[in-house]
């Protein structure tokens, strides 16, 4: 007889909302909730859902938990993670298998691609999955799908926001660090707390660090061992000296893992960029670069790669006071035009104080939709040699490249 097991997501936030569909999709009744009246969740069959207070009772009942990991360290939820009821308690399988961590501030997402990529190519079974703000489906659907398959190697992209909770429901056996930058300071307050976090992170564990990165060098202290990266030598399909670095990243961890420098090197060499990841749109006499560049280092990554006299970006969501920091980086190019569109909320109005702030002395233009995005970039490739489109919106930046693209092949 099949029994099906009640599961209780505390906190519906993108990871929760995830964990509540990746938990119905393997066949449990779930109970929900979150402090917040505006949860976008709506009661169905197998799925019970509270707004604005979270039912105890009903979490008590259940046969596990699933804690949202921004509610991680919360005093209220201190008791619920002492009594062995967290899903990663209850179901296990993930934990015998030899677990990769990729983390830091930018090319998280693409450096746990490449690696996934290799091993694959070496013959591995590897689950890969995490952070769902980096595109994945979640932390919850891995520990489930590793439950329900065979695997070799699990592969998991570690937000820098959810390294304590990460920390508790996998066994990382080598961890990856790609950089450290200015990204979610509203959360970490400083840099150094940042590092901080990450230092405990990687306490005791194997590590992979950036050797170029003297930021880093802290990690080492706390690490149990430390392997150095800087820039792959082979040749990518890939725009940039970051992705060089990625590639270097995963090829570093390949190698710890005893693959072949060939499976590595054919590997790279044939990776294609990710989407909404930087690429390049060549046109006869201009190139355009689209990708996004979420914070301030990856946008100064990209900057810094090529002089671009025309730099679109979507705008930040409201409260990301770090995240104005990438039109500074845009206003320090020069560059004689800065055109913003709304990327995850609109808040041209905050980005236009920061270049006034910043006394940016080109041309401003405020573009309204996608549609409006391609159309003016198109215009910009006519007069100048290199448009750059960028900043927040992962999804309208994806179709920002696919319009583009369409663009041009129907010309």
């Given at each position: 007889?099949?029994?099906?097991?009640?599961?209780?997501?505390?906190?519906?936030?993108?990871e929760g909302?995830n964990?509540?569909?990746?938990?119905l999709?393997?066949?449990y009744?779930?109970?929900?909730?979150?402090?917040?009246?505006?949860v976008?969740?709506?009661?169905?069959?197998?799925?019970?859902?509270?707004?604005?207070?979270?039912?105890?009772?009903?979490?008590?009942d259940?046969?596990l938990?699933?804690?949202?990991?921004?509610?991680?360290n919360?005093?209220?939820?201190?008791?619920?993670k002492s009594?062995?009821?967290?899903?990663?308690?209850?179901?296990?399988?993930h934990?015998?298998?030899?677990t990769?961590?990729?983390?830091?501030?930018?090319g998280?997402?693409t450096?746990?691609?490449?690696?996934?990529?290799?091993?694959?190519?070496?013959g591995?079974?590897?689950?890969t999955?995490?952070?769902?703000?980096?595109?994945?489906?979640?932390?919850?659907?891995?520990?489930l799908?590793?439950?329900?398959?065979d695997y070799?190697?699990?592969?998991?992209?570690?937000?820098d926001?959810?390294?304590?909770?990460?920390?508790?429901?996998?066994?990382?056996?080598?961890?990856?660090?790609?950089?450290?930058?200015?990204?979610?300071?509203?959360?970490?307050?400083?840099?150094e707390?940042?590092?901080?976090?990450?230092?405990?992170?990687v306490?005791?564990?194997k590590?992979?660090l950036?050797?170029?990165?003297?930021?880093?060098?802290?990690?080492?202290?706390?690490?149990?061992?430390?392997h150095l990266?800087?820039?792959?030598?082979?040749?990518?399909?890939?725009?940039?000296?970051?992705?060089?670095?990625n590639?270097?990243?995963?090829?570093?961890?390949?190698?710890?893992?005893?693959?072949?420098?060939?499976?590595?090197?054919k590997?790279?060499?044939e990776?294609?960029?990710l989407p909404?990841r930087?690429?390049?749109i060549?046109?006869?006499?201009?190139?355009?670069?689209?990708?996004k560049?979420?914070?301030?280092?990856?946008?100064?990554?990209v900057?810094?790669?090529?002089?671009?006299?025309?730099?679109?970006?979507?705008?930040p969501?409201?409260?990301?006071?770090?995240?104005?920091?990438?039109?500074?980086?845009a206003?320090?190019?020069?560059?004689?035009?800065?055109?913003?569109?709304?990327?995850?909320?609109?808040?041209?109005?905050?980005?236009?104080?920061?270049?006034?702030?910043?006394?940016?002395q080109g041309?401003?233009?405020?573009?309204?939709?996608?549609?409006?995005?391609?159309?003016?970039?198109?215009?910009?490739?006519?007069?100048?040699?290199?448009v750059?489109i960028?900043?927040?919106?992962?999804?309208?930046?994806?179709e920002?490249?696919?319009?583009?693209?369409?663009?041009?092949?129907?010309?």
């Amino acid at each position: 007889m099949v029994v099906i097991m009640n599961a209780a997501v505390i906190g519906l936030g993108v990871e929760g909302l995830n964990a509540v569909e990746s938990l119905l999709n393997h066949g449990y009744t779930v109970y929900a909730s979150d402090v917040n009246l505006d949860v976008e969740l709506e009661a169905g069959e197998g799925l019970d859902v509270d707004r604005g207070f979270h039912d105890f009772g009903k979490i008590e009942d259940s046969d596990l938990v699933v804690l949202s990991p921004g509610l991680w360290n919360k005093p209220a939820f201190q008791q619920i993670k002492s009594e062995n009821k967290l899903l990663s308690d209850v179901v296990t399988s993930h934990r015998s298998l030899f677990t990769i961590g990729v983390t830091g501030t930018n090319g998280k997402t693409t450096t746990t691609m490449m690696i996934a990529s290799i091993l694959e190519n070496a013959g591995l079974n590897v689950l890969t999955g995490g952070n769902a703000g980096g595109g994945f489906k979640g932390y919850t659907e891995v520990i489930l799908e590793a439950a329900t398959h065979d695997y070799d190697v699990l592969l998991v992209e570690v937000c820098d926001m959810t390294l304590d909770f990460c920390n508790h429901n996998f066994d990382f056996d080598l961890v990856v660090v790609t950089n450290v930058g200015r990204d979610h300071l509203e959360v970490h307050h400083s840099l150094e707390n940042y590092r901080k976090s990450l230092q405990k992170f990687v306490t005791g564990k194997k590590i992979v660090l950036n050797q170029d990165n003297k930021s880093l060098d802290a990690l080492s202290e706390t690490a149990g061992e430390t392997h150095l990266f800087t820039k792959t030598p082979y040749k990518l399909n890939l725009f940039g000296d970051f992705n060089r670095e990625n590639a270097a990243a995963a090829s570093k961890a390949a190698e710890i893992m005893g693959i072949s420098k060939e499976t590595i090197e054919k590997t790279l060499k044939e990776f294609q960029v990710l989407p909404g990841r930087a690429s390049v749109i060549n046109l006869p006499h201009s190139q355009i670069v689209v990708g996004k560049t979420d914070n301030a280092d990856a946008a100064a990554a990209v900057l810094n790669e090529v002089k671009f006299p025309v730099i679109i970006l979507g705008t930040p969501r409201k409260g990301e006071m770090c995240r104005l920091d990438i039109f500074r980086e845009a206003s320090k190019t020069g560059c004689p035009i800065i055109a913003l569109f709304p990327g995850l909320d609109d808040t041209r109005q905050e980005v236009q104080k920061v270049l006034e702030e910043e006394e940016y002395q080109g041309k401003v233009y405020n573009l309204t939709d996608v549609e409006d995005v391609v159309e003016f970039a198109l215009q910009c490739s006519e007069e100048y040699s290199h448009v750059f489109i960028g900043g927040n919106g992962q999804r309208k930046i994806i179709e920002i490249t696919q319009c583009l693209k369409e663009a041009l092949a129907a010309k």
